[in-house]
């Protein structure tokens, strides 16, 4: 007699309601705005009627969301699945930039920015890779500097750290 | 008219035309840039030319950064100045489905045709137009405003109410700086940067910009480039005949533009996103809106080179400027000592004929060099995205930088398009976030002024008494109540059609 193992349940990832999530978030919003404005009739009624109607959404959107309406994701959040992570290293970068184009100035900032992230999205990183990425970062940064402060006369911010 | 007419065709005239044209090219396709930085720009290098030949430039400038801010707003999906913001709903979709040359290409030839009809408009009616856009007061902006805010139910994407949330949204995050009405602080969170208030441009980079940017480092690993391009032979007289079958389309949508354009301040963002309305309105199909409809990016730039032309009206039969680039316009006529207004076009006919012909000329240029250069542009989109993403970041951060020389706007392009990033991951649409950044200025005044004429008279008769009030108001209605109707329709279309395939599979 042969025995018959169980089939192995496989664990399922916990899901949330993205009309919950979106309620929530959108919540958070409104309260923002609504804890932070002041008093004054006409120069507030017009923000304070805009939080208050993004409060109704968001109480709509809870209710759709306990009540099962719309699409589920998974409840753990994409960046600690891994999956975000591309896109949370991505905006710090953009941060980091433009946090650097004051100190360090705008032209090294943008060329370092460039050249990093050009060499960090690419799939496959050699020699070439990194040639490539500092021709067009160079490039890049000397067609803008003669367009933006000659043509456009853009002033661009002058580096504080350093003396250029 | 005719003298009009033979004078702009010197070879002079031509020469700042074309100079303008291919300065309003380089500003409209830089996101970020708009033709209102552009036309001041060139403006102290008018004072040595003639009056006629100033305009011509400054003009043709104004209405080929209307076109070229399509460029990006097509290929990556970044709205080169606020008009092109409903460009970018079904230009970017036809990219991303290989036909990012016939975006451009439609986008050149309804510019073309907004600013020939606008063009004319001005030539023909700019005396009666502009007394009519005079009788436009605060209520009646108003209630442009709130027409112009059914377009959510156009662009809201499968949630009308996660629309009219992000609409809300984006007129909320619009109310930041010092308010027009009693010069109250408002949500500057103690930076007093923020105190002179939100700058659109950048607003709008962030919104649509910094979210495709971060969608495409997503993706990177399974998608190399933002699309694929194929040289297509005769794509250009083929995209026009597309266009041509459905020649209401991009009329109306001239029209609408160019009278937009004629009332004062409500400019090109707001002809573009109603025109975009009322085309998805009018269209048999509107499913097909917001994923790739070439009627939807014909119906935007039309309006917004018509409204280009609309605005010459006001500035020189009234001395009103209809737009920013408008101002910049007046002020090298009151810089050449020409005092605007209507006996402008008995004193110095030749000069207003002049450069009516002159922007309508700029048309045709723009639509020239605009289909030239579509094949080159639309390679843009075989950049890998590895080299792509950067440079947009790149180029957002400088846009948003340029306007005002202000790092907290760059700050707050950042701020805002993570937040729309992630936004968009539960249902929101940027479209009408973004719609609500541009709205929201115009209606809140509109609606304060408003309220302060009521104080004299009754609420019901400034808001409800006015004729051109109750057009406004039952167009808006009739806009409302079709788009309600049409998401009825839809979703019971969605159920028959759900209910017939579980009879066939049963």
Same mark, same amino acid.
């Given at each position: 007699?042969?025995?018959?193992?169980?089939?192995?349940?496989?664990?399922e990832?916990?899901?949330?309601?993205?009309? =919950?999530?979106?309620?929530?978030?959108?919540?958070?919003?409104?309260a923002?705005?609504? =804890?932070?404005?002041?008093?004054?009739?006409?120069?507030?009624?017009f923000?304070?009627?805009?939080?208050?109607?993004?409060?109704?959404?968001?109480?709509?959107?809870?209710i759709?969301?306990?009540?099962?309406?719309?699409?589920?994701?998974?409840?753990?959040p994409?960046?600690?699945?891994?999956?975000?992570?591309?896109?949370?290293i991505?905006a710090?970068?953009a941060?980091?930039?433009?946090?650097?184009?004051?100190?360090?100035?705008?032209?090294?900032?943008?060329?370092?920015?460039?050249?990093?992230?050009?060499?960090y999205?690419?799939?496959?990183?050699?020699?070439?890779?990194y040639?490539?990425?500092?021709?067009?970062?160079?490039?890049?940064?000397?067609?803008?500097?003669v367009?933006?402060?000659?043509?456009?006369?853009?002033? =661009?911010p002058?580096?504080?750290?350093?003396?250029? | 008219m005719?003298?009009?007419?033979?004078?702009?065709?010197?070879?002079?005239?031509? %020469?700042?035309?074309?100079?303008?044209?291919?300065?309003?090219?380089?500003?409209?396709?830089?996101?970020?840039?708009? /033709?209102t930085?552009g036309?001041a720009?060139?403006?102290?290098?008018t004072?040595?030319?003639?009056?006629?030949?100033?305009?011509?430039?400054? $003009?043709?400038l104004?209405? /080929?950064?209307?076109?070229?801010?399509?460029?990006?707003?097509?290929?990556?999906?970044?709205?080169?100045?606020?008009?092109?913001?409903?460009?970018?709903?079904?230009?970017f979709?036809?990219?991303?489905?290989?036909?990012?040359?016939?975006?451009?290409?439609?986008?050149?030839?309804?510019?073309?045709?907004?600013?020939?009809?606008?063009?004319l408009?001005?030539?023909?009616?700019?005396?009666?137009?502009?007394q009519?856009a005079?009788?436009? $007061?605060?209520?009646?902006?108003f209630?442009?405003?709130?027409?112009a805010?059914?377009?959510?139910?156009?662009?809201?994407?499968?949630s009308?109410?996660?629309?009219i /949330?992000g609409?809300?949204?984006?007129?909320?995050?619009?109310?930041?700086?010092?308010?027009?009405?009693?010069a109250?602080?408002?949500?500057?969170?103690?930076i007093?940067?923020?105190?002179?208030?939100?700058?659109?441009? /950048?607003?709008?980079?962030?919104?649509?910009?910094?979210?495709?940017?971060? #969608?495409?480092v997503?993706?990177?690993?399974t998608?190399?480039?933002?699309?694929?391009?194929?040289?297509?032979?005769?794509?250009?007289?083929?995209?026009?005949?597309?266009?041509?079958?459905?020649?209401?389309?991009v009329?109306r949508?001239?029209?609408? &533009?160019?009278?937009?354009g004629?009332?004062?301040g409500?400019?090109?963002?707001?002809?573009?996103?109603?025109?975009?309305?009322?085309?998805?309105?009018? !269209?048999?199909?509107?499913?097909?809106?917001?994923?790739?409809?070439?009627?939807?990016?014909?119906?935007?730039?039309?309006?917004g080179?018509?409204?280009? &032309?609309? !605005?010459?009206? +006001?500035?020189?039969? %009234?001395?009103?400027?209809?737009?920013?680039p408008?101002?910049?316009?007046?002020?090298?006529?009151?810089?050449?000592?020409?005092?605007?207004?209507p006996?402008? *076009?008995?004193?110095? +006919?030749?000069?207003v004929?002049?450069f009516?012909?002159?922007?309508? %000329?700029?048309?045709?240029a723009?639509?020239?060099?605009g289909?030239?250069l579509?094949?080159?542009?639309?390679?843009?989109?075989?950049?890998?995205?590895?080299?792509?993403?950067?440079?947009?970041?790149?180029? !957002?951060?400088?846009?948003?930088?340029?306007?005002?020389?202000?790092?907290? #706007?760059?700050?707050?392009?950042?701020?805002l398009?993570?937040?729309?990033?992630f936004?968009?991951?539960?249902?929101?649409?940027?479209g009408?976030?973004?719609?609500?950044?541009?709205?929201g200025?115009?209606?809140? +005044?509109? %609606?304060?002024?408003?309220m302060?004429?009521?104080?004299?008279?009754?609420?019901?008769?400034? *808001?409800?008494?006015r +004729?051109?009030?109750?057009?406004?108001?039952?167009v808006?209605?009739v806009?409302?109540?079709?788009?309600?109707?049409?998401?009825?329709?839809?979703?019971?279309q969605?159920?028959? #059609?759900?209910?017939?395939?579980?009879?066939?599979?049963?």
């Amino acid at each position: 007699m042969s025995t018959a193992t169980p089939p192995v349940r496989e664990h399922e990832p916990a899901r949330a309601r993205v009309e =919950l999530i979106a309620g929530v978030a959108l919540g958070a919003i409104a309260a923002v705005f609504i =804890l932070s404005a002041g008093t004054g009739s006409m120069d507030w009624l017009f923000p304070l009627a805009l939080a208050w109607l993004l409060v109704g959404v968001s109480v709509y959107l809870v209710i759709r969301g306990l009540l099962g309406f719309g699409e589920t994701v998974p409840a753990k959040p994409a960046l600690l699945r891994g999956e975000g992570v591309d896109v949370a290293i991505f905006a710090g970068i953009a941060v980091i930039y433009v946090v650097l184009a004051r100190p360090v100035g705008f032209w090294l900032a943008s060329a370092a920015m460039l050249f990093l992230s050009s060499i960090y999205l690419a799939m496959e990183r050699d020699r070439r890779t990194y040639v490539y990425s500092a021709v067009v970062a160079i490039v890049v940064c000397v067609v803008s500097y003669v367009l933006l402060l000659h043509v456009f006369y853009v002033p =661009l911010p002058k580096a504080r750290w350093l003396p250029f | 008219m005719i003298e009009g007419f033979l004078t702009s065709i010197e070879p002079s005239y031509l %020469l700042f035309m074309c100079i303008g044209v291919l300065g309003g090219i380089l500003v409209g396709a830089l996101p970020g840039f708009t /033709a209102t930085m552009g036309t001041a720009l060139l403006l102290p290098f008018t004072f040595n030319l003639e009056p006629g030949q100033g305009l011509a430039m400054l $003009g043709a400038l104004y209405v /080929a950064a209307m076109f070229a801010d399509a460029v990006p707003a097509c290929l990556v999906n970044t709205p080169g100045t606020p008009s092109a913001v409903a460009t970018a709903f079904d230009g970017f979709q036809m990219t991303k489905q290989g036909r990012g040359q016939a975006a451009l290409i439609a986008s050149g030839f309804s510019a073309l045709v907004g600013t020939v009809i606008g063009g004319l408009t001005f030539m023909f009616l700019a005396a009666p137009l502009a007394q009519i856009a005079l009788r436009f $007061g605060p209520p009646e902006f108003f209630w442009v405003g709130v027409f112009a805010l059914t377009i959510i139910g156009s662009i809201a994407g499968d949630s009308l109410m996660k629309g009219i /949330a992000g609409g809300a949204l984006g007129m909320l995050i619009g109310t930041m700086g010092i308010s027009a009405t009693g010069a109250v602080s408002r949500y500057t969170f103690g930076i007093p940067e923020l105190r002179g208030g939100l700058s659109i441009v /950048a607003a709008l980079v962030g919104i649509f910009a910094l979210p495709q940017v971060l #969608d495409m480092v997503s993706s990177r690993k399974t998608e190399y480039t933002v699309a694929t391009f194929t040289r297509k032979p005769g794509v250009v007289l083929a995209t026009v005949k597309e266009i041509l079958r459905r020649p209401v389309n991009v009329l109306r949508s001239s029209i609408i &533009g160019t009278l937009i354009g004629i009332l004062p301040g409500a400019g090109s963002p707001v002809a573009s996103l109603v025109s975009y309305n009322e085309a998805v309105r009018w !269209s048999k199909d509107r499913s097909r809106f917001g994923k790739g409809a070439v009627e939807g990016v014909v119906a935007s730039e039309a309006a917004g080179n018509g409204a280009a &032309g609309g !605005s010459m009206v +006001p500035l020189v039969a %009234l001395g009103i400027p209809g737009s920013a680039p408008a101002a910049v316009i007046l002020g090298a006529l009151l810089l050449q000592g020409l005092r605007p207004g209507p006996a402008l *076009f008995t004193s110095d +006919p030749v000069l207003v004929y002049g450069f009516a012909w002159s922007i309508i %000329l700029a048309g045709v240029a723009t639509a020239g060099f605009g289909m030239l250069l579509s094949g080159a542009l639309a390679r843009m989109v075989m950049i890998p995205v590895r080299l792509l993403a950067p440079i947009i970041l790149f180029l !957002s951060v400088v846009g948003s930088f340029a306007i005002r020389s202000n790092i907290v #706007d760059v700050f707050l392009m950042l701020g805002l398009g993570i937040a729309v990033y992630f936004l968009s991951k539960v249902g929101f649409h940027p479209g009408p976030i973004g719609l609500g950044v541009i709205l929201g200025p115009i209606v809140e +005044p509109a %609606l304060v002024q408003s309220m302060a004429l009521s104080q004299a008279t009754s609420m019901t008769s400034v *808001f409800f008494g006015r +004729p051109v009030s109750i057009i406004l108001i039952l167009v808006t209605l009739v806009s409302a109540g079709w788009v309600v109707w049409s998401n009825h329709r839809e979703r019971r279309q969605r159920r028959s #059609d759900v209910h017939a395939e579980q009879g066939a599979a049963s």
